[in-house]
């Protein structure tokens, strides 16, 4: 394994094909029309980033399930498959994905809970875990923002949280004493890791994955609430 994110993968095998072909074009091994290849074919681009995005974070599938629904509806679309008019439909689309997710989501939200899942769209939401055993989730923001408190929770070895972010942003606070790794696919936005590797080899571990487009992940240290003061 080299380590690359899938989707460097994927638009590099897309680029070197493209590539390829246009070369035989150039030397006459080959007759085809470039513009038209790329006219019909450029969804592939955006249903490859989709797919990338789940493979990256699964558990926070709806903002990649959304792209890949797009990029299907404008390849069929380009291909002459289908009569509609793809922006007619994109939209109720969208609606039914998030409101999959909301169903999903339903179920009991207090400061107690051991696994977090929030989805936001058009909207905010601060939620806050102080479990002892905190073992992760999921945060989808779609044109929002997340923020979830940590500081005052706990991990018994090793939690995970998956990030999707496309036009908004993820605010993680945790305690200082934890050891936070954070990766991911950046796809024009990134995330920013403020926190510092405590001395300690054995410290509890939060690995979080991001996938962010057109929007920023922050994960940053915060004092431990003091419960007295809550």
């Known amino acids: 394994m080299n380590g ?17 072909v246009a070369l035989l074009v150039q030397l006459d091994v080959i007759t085809a029309d470039l513009g038209q290849i790329a006219a019909d074919w450029w969804p592939l681009v955006v ?12 558990r926070a599938w709806v903002g990649p399930t959304l792209i890949i629904a797009v990029g299907t509806l404008f390849l069929l679309q380009t291909l002459d498959l289908v009569e509609f008019d793809v922006w007619d439909v994109l939209w109720p689309v ?10 999903t989501r339903v179920g009991r ?48 070895g090793r939690a995970e949280i998956a990030v999707f972010v496309m036009w ?15 990766s991911g696919l950046p796809l024009l936005g990134g995330w920013d890791d403020k926190t510092k ?6 410290a509890p ?18 004092k431990v609430l003091d419960a007295k003061t809550l």
């Open 109 to 156: 939200n207090h400061d107690q809970d051991d696994v977090v899942n929030s989805t936001v769209v058009w909207w905010g939401s601060q939620r806050r875990s102080r479990s002892k055993t905190f073992r992760g989730g999921s945060l989808t923001a779609l044109m929002g923002g997340i923020e979830l408190d940590l500081r005052d929770a706990d991990i018994v």
């Open 94 to 103: 969208a609606i039914i994905l998030v409101g999959l997710a909301l169903l």
């Open 205 to 222: 571990q939060l690995l979080v994955h991001v996938t962010a487009v057109m929007g920023g992940a922050e994960v940053k240290p915060a």
């Open 47 to 58: 249903i490859g980033i989709g797919v990338a995005a789940l493979v990256t974070v699964p």
């Open 4 to 20: 690359r994110p899938p989707v460097q993968v994927f638009l590099g095998v897309l680029l070197l094909t493209f590539g390829v």
């Open 197 to 202: 590797t405590p001395a300690n080899p054995d």
């Open 168 to 182: 908004g942003g993820v605010e993680i606070k945790v305690p200082p004493t934890w050891r936070v790794h954070v």
